[in-house]
Structures are given as C-alpha cells and as structure tokens.
C-alpha cells in the first residue's frame, strides 16, 4: 500500500508526460541554460529566477514488450517517477537476503571503513556501500534477470551498476534523510550526464508508517531543482551520514508537495521500489521499535557513464560510483 498526503489523482486529469511545472516564458529566456552549458545547473553561489528547470529526458525508453513491466506499469512509472512491487520475493529467498544483510552488518573489520557508514551520534551501521563487490550473493542479485530486466526496459539501454548498498535504520535509532534528488548528487559529485538512471531497492524487513518508510514526491521527477552552496572537499563524509548540501530550498519543496503530495509505499518483506535517479525523496527518523532495512541497486545506462563532475573538485570515491565492468574491492 502506499500513504499519501493527498487523494488527487493527477493521473485522471493529465496525459501521459504531463506532470510538469514550468516556470514563466520570461523567467526561461533570462535564465535557462544555453545550448552547449551544463543543462542541470547546481550548487551554486545565488539562486536562479525560477525555482527548477524542466527535464529534458524521457523518463521511459523503453516498450512493454521489451522487459517483464506492464504497459500499466511503465505508465505508472513514467507519471509518478516510481513504481512499487509487492511480494518481488518470498520465502527462502528472502531469508537468505536477511542472513546475508545481518553477516554483512556483523563484521567487525568494515567499521571504520570509508564505504560503512555509522549513524551520526552513534557506531550502528547505517549504509555499507559496493555489496555487490563485498557480498557473492548481492552479486549474484545485481545481476538478477528480474532487476536487469526492468532497468533496462525503463532505461531502453544496456544497464551496468553505478552504486549498491544495504541500508538499515535500527528501531528507536535510526535518523531520517533529507529530502534530496540523487541525480543532482550524482551529477555535481560523480559526473553522470543525464537523467538515464534507476534504483532499484527491495525491503527486507516490513514497512509501515511508523519505522521511516522511504517518502517520495510524485510527479518530482519531470523537474530539475538547483540547490544552492558549493560543494566542500570530500563532502561525502558529511553528506552520507546528513545531508546538508543538495538540498533543495523549503519553498520549492512546499510548492511540490502541494501540488503533488507526498507517497510512502508500505507492505510487507520483499517488495521491490523502482524509482527514477531525479525523483525528490526522503526519510523520517524510525521512531518504532522495528528496523528497517534494505538492499539497493542503482543502474545507470552504459552510454550514460560518469565523466568530470559537474559541481565538485574531484569525484568521489569508488565505492560511491562504480564504471563500468570495473573491478572493486576494500583494498583498492
């Protein structure tokens, strides 16, 4: 199920690809990018005169006969910019992903490591980053028909792993996330050029509105908001643990969630959400006894590969953004 702020459906009012909020024709000509500049402009020093740009990326590439989604589906996506699967696994296969997830959390040499990332008042493990090189089994499931399948069906392009994870929010103890764009991370600090990526996270534990449900705002996806503030050296430091740069302003967050709403997809063990790279998304604390926790792969198109960041001094680090076919591992 999914926990909205709002009943209305944009869907029955609006055509396929029309959820979008565009600023005035004047505000366009005196500030949107220029042929051949960064079209996703970020972390800057003043604000633009409008509050986003539009998306130039088709959010669905691909067709229904291509890959395991539905026409239905690839709509709902390509409205809503994500799209929830309940019951993706089950059984055996879901318990073995929870060992796997509890081993991978045990281990005592990843603390301290740059790719473990601990809770900020605490030394609880909150992310562990590049699982699909740390763990077979999580190798084995990035590399899934299921999950290949519908990347490259949403993508229309051969897919390869950009970044993976585990995260877990331990019950009383875990912090939210700021809302934020990934995109707009990975384009000012990874160099990705375009709006041709996917997540793709399934939840092994339950989801309910009390342990800090992943909050997404439909519709967010079709727009680009620049955040202000340049990009400190080695900001992942900071930013894994609390996001405080690439946040987008309060009041183009208000003007999104009335006019969208906000969405946080519930249910049990084993569902799968597929979200686009540029959807605004966020967390509150876990505020129940009950963690929460899940494994996570982002798919990038080949053809869409990391170059020169756009907004920071440097990349960062391998772990945070793999290449291509690349080789990774803690020792480097």
Known sequence: MSVKTSDR????????????????SQSRVRSAPRPGQDPYPTRLAEPLDMPWLNRREEVVKGRAEEGPLSQAQLDEFDRKGFLFEPNFISGEELDELRRELAALLERDDFRGRDFAITEPSG????????????????GQLARDARLVGRARQILGGEPYVHQSRINYKPGFEGK??????????????????????VSASIVLTDNHHFNGPL????????????????TPDDNHRQSLKQQEIGVPSREALSTLVRRHGIEAPTGA???????????????????????RSNVFFVYNRRDNRCVAPFAASRRRPGFLAHEPGESWSPAG
């Open 9 to 24: 459906m944009l869907h029955e009012t609006v055509s396929r690809r029309a959820v979008v909020d565009s600023p005035d």
């Open 123 to 138: 030394n609880e493990i909150r992310s562990l980053f590049a699982v699909h090189f740390l763990s077979e089994r999580l």
């Open 176 to 197: 939210g996330f700021n809302w934020h764009s990934d995109f707009e991370t990975w384009h000012a600090e990874d160099g990705m050029p375009a709006m041709h990526a």
């Open 215 to 230: 909050m997404l705002i439909p519709g967010s996806h079709r727009l680009f908001v620049p955040c202000l503030g340049e």
């Open 269 to 291: 063990a084993g569902g799968l959400l597929l979200f686009d790279c540029n959807v605004l998304h966020g967390s509150n604390a876990n505020m129940s006894p009950d963690p």
